[in-house]
């Protein structure tokens, strides 16, 4: 017989020996029970394996899956789920379901159909269990679910449920390399978590890199985006012999969150692992009855986390409560908040208490039963009501790290609007003035978009990727768009598509542009900027194109509806669009059209401008800057500079000077006269449009070598000063 197979058997016995021993309607020993069932029912081979608890895996199953038992309304327990009584439905069951895979497959039904009421009846929930605000908190708890069933239920590891490493042995471990072993000072804590895990079993690794998980795992990706998750869990995952994946539903939870918890959380990781590796010392050592108990009963799961050693860390311990047990106790972990928020809603209960979850828990209900939908306490009208803007920031508390003892990990990770300055490389690569560099990073930080506009061969589109990648840090942090006369704002930022349907049919689908996911990107990480190069600006009809989003341009603190509206499925509201101050646009225009005499006062003033013209500084000094860093041993790249400045001396209109760039791929005589021949002429020839004018003889190359070379001092003869 199969596992499966001898626990659905052992499952059918439960409820029969319930029967038989209360028949008179009397409680029976769940332990009894459990112990009967299995010696009628026994152990298949991988059953007797010890998990956690130090029982086998079998036991353990059986007294989980009497919870269904209860769902399908086949079973009765007391409040702490030591006795258990059979109504008249579980009999008709036993009658009526007389083999084991048409009661198990029945019990199974009733149970998923129970979920499925208690999930979906939502006049139900509003008035028995706190609701998820959005999309954000569902996929966390739907990744927290994962580490009760599997962490504390079955002793398993939440991403390779085979592995028992919720249990004793690899606790051990940790409490003893982690918690009994100081980090050496001066060290990140990710060196000194390598150090301190360097001799300890793949399992205690992996537990490890489950707990970090845990901990960050509600934390507001505005704090903790989703690469700094992913980063953190697979440093400590790459330290196992053989590396295991992260579920899906822990990396989709990764891009949200539910609470900003202040910078404790945040930095405090040591601290919370303390209490994370001690409250899992004390479960381990619960008797099973007692475990059940705390994931049934919300407040003795509380009295185990507020016992629980370690460091007083109140917003760490009330995220612990809350990803156990959501539905009781809500997304607020700040002391001061909950104090606030009671005293401002005791209104709304007849009978407060002097237990604050209780009033909370109590105040929430009420809330969600008269404004048929989540509370939503952090904003408005209800914020209003109870946040004082003098007290700690949202999610905050008045709590102090270092006077706990706790070393932080390091600065905060929230981006604070600062970008890298400009280095060694950065000047060097581009062969520009370092303080020009500075100062158009410092124009940026402050605007948050500007454009870099001058004639054509000025680098404006290479300046702006470079810059772009600089102040990323890297690739992965830019996009590059290049607008066109008919550029949309479906293209930019959302739009239907049309798209093949699962039977053939053409159906349209809302796609998001370049924008939009760049913009959902850099929210899901605020501690990395993001950068969005938007080459060619001038050349789209920019109303168009950006629609409302111009708005969002001047006022990135603000949330606007958009275009294609869509609703929240948590809370049927339509969603709002913020554009993440860690976002910034660079765009390029060229001025030889004149387009930038045609630019709006709206978008002059959204977006500051730096002019690059090859008579003014950085570009004037560009080109000879370049030539001494090459290989020059005929002195034909120096002689390049002074014919470009006698070019453009020649050239009426600043809208037409000629850049550098045109030149840097010539490497002698021939090269230049192509590239004069078919790139600058006919360039100039725009210039004299209608007038019949002698290209050759106002810009031909044989005027302008004869020009400087009268210029340059002869060999031989010494240079004044």
């Given amino acids: 017989m199969t596992a499966k197979a001898s626990r659905a058997a052992r499952m059918r016995e439960m409820l029969t020996i319930v029967d038989e021993l209360g028949r008179d309607g009397s409680q029976v020993r769940a332990g009894e029970v459990i112990a009967e069932a299995i010696r009628r029912v026994p ?111 079955q002793g398993t590891s939440v991403f390779a449920p085979s592995r028992s490493v919720w249990a004793a042995g690899p606790v051990a471990e940790l409490v003893e390399h982690f918690i009994g072993a100081k980090g050496a000072t001066g060290v990140s804590f990710i060196d000194n978590l390598a150090n301190q895990l360097a001799t300890v079993s793949d399992e205690a690794r992996l537990l490890m890199a489950e707990l970090i998980t845990w901990q960050f795992l509600p934390i507001s990706n505005r704090v903790l985006g989703e690469r700094k998750k992913s980063e953190r869990v697979n440093f400590v995952l790459g330290l196992m012999s053989e590396p295991v994946p992260v579920p899906v539903e822990v990396r989709r939870a990764f891009t949200g969150g539910s609470f900003n918890p202040g910078p404790a959380m945040s930095n405090g990781i040591p601290g919370a692992l303390h209490i994370m590796l001690r409250l899992l010392e004390a479960w381990l050592a619960l008797p099973l009855e007692e475990q059940e108990q705390a994931l049934e009963e919300p407040h003795h799961w509380r009295d185990l986390v507020m016992a629980a050693d370690g460091h007083k860390f109140p917003s760490q311990r009330n995220a612990l409560l809350y990803l156990v047990h959501p539905a009781h106790f809500g ?304 002195g034909f790249l120096a002689r390049l500079a002074p014919l470009l400045e006698a070019l453009n001396g020649r050239i009426r209109d600043d809208a037409f000077k000629i850049g550098p760039s045109y030149l840097l791929k010539a490497r002698s005589d021939a090269d230049l006269d192509k590239v004069w021949e078919s790139q600058i002429l006919p360039l100039l020839a725009e210039l004299h449009f209608g007038e019949n004018a002698d290209l050759e003889q106002m810009y031909g190359l044989a005027s302008l070598r004869a020009e400087t070379a009268k210029a340059a001092p002869a060999a031989d003869e010494p240079t004044i000063v």
């Fill in 331 to 634: 997304p607020i972990v700040s002391e001061a908040h909950k104090l606030r928020i009671r005293s401002a809603f005791m209104a709304e209960i007849e009978n407060p208490t002097d237990d604050i979850e209780e009033d909370i828990y109590n105040i929430t209900i009420a809330l969600q039963e008269k404004g048929g939908g989540p509370a939503q306490y952090y904003e408005a009208p209800l914020k209003t009501m109870w946040f004082e803007d003098s007290g700690p920031a949202l999610g905050e508390e008045a709590y102090d790290l270092e006077e706990e003892g706790i070393p932080p990990v390091g600065q905060s990770p929230v981006f604070d609007g600062i970008l890298r300055k400009t280095d060694k490389e950065l000047s060097g690569t581009l062969s520009l003035d370092a303080q020009w560099l500075d100062d158009s990073i410092g124009l940026l930080e402050r605007q948050k978009q500007i454009v870099l506009y001058g004639p054509p061969g000025t680098g404006k589109t290479y300046i702006a990727r470079e810059l772009g990648k600089h102040i990323s840090g890297g690739a992965k942090n830019i996009d590059i768009v290049q607008f066109h006369p008919s550029y949309s704002y479906e293209d930019f930022f959302e739009g239907y598509r049309p798209s093949v349907g699962s039977e053939g049919g053409l159906t349209f689908t809302l796609r998001p542009g370049p924008l939009r996911r760049i913009a959902e990107r850099a929210a899901a990480n605020p501690e990395y900027p993001y950068v969005l190069v938007i080459d060619e600006i001038n050349r789209g009809n920019l109303s168009k194109i950006f629609g409302e989003l111009y708005y969002l341009l001047e006022y990135r603190d603000d949330e606007i509806s958009l275009l294609y509206g869509h609703v929240d499925e948590q809370t049927g509201e339509a969603r709002k669009f913020s554009l993440p101050s860690n976002l910034f646009i660079i765009g390029t225009m060229n001025t030889s059209d004149r387009s930038i005499a045609l630019l709006d006062a709206a978008m002059r003033r959204r977006f500051a401008f730096c002019e690059l013209h090859p008579e003014k500084a950085p570009v004037r000094e560009f080109l000879a800057s370049w030539a001494k860093k090459q290989s020059d041993e005929n």
């Fill in 43 to 153: 152990l298949e081979d991988e059953e007797r394996v010890l998990v956690a608890s130090g029982r086998p895996r079998g036991e353990v199953n059986a007294r989980w899956s009497s919870r269904e038992l209860v769902e399908a309304g086949w079973l009765m327990k007391d409040p702490k789920g030591t006795s258990w009584t059979i109504p008249p439905a579980g009999r008709q069951a036993l009658i009526d379901l007389p083999t084991v895979p048409e009661f198990a497959n029945e019990a199974r039904r009733l149970s998923n159909e129970w979920r499925t009421n208690r999930e979906n009846v939502r006049a139900d929930q509003l008035s028995s269990v706190i609701l998820p605000l959005n999309e954000d908190q569902a996929r966390t708890l739907d990744a927290a679910q994962l580490f009760v069933e599997r962490g504390l239920k």
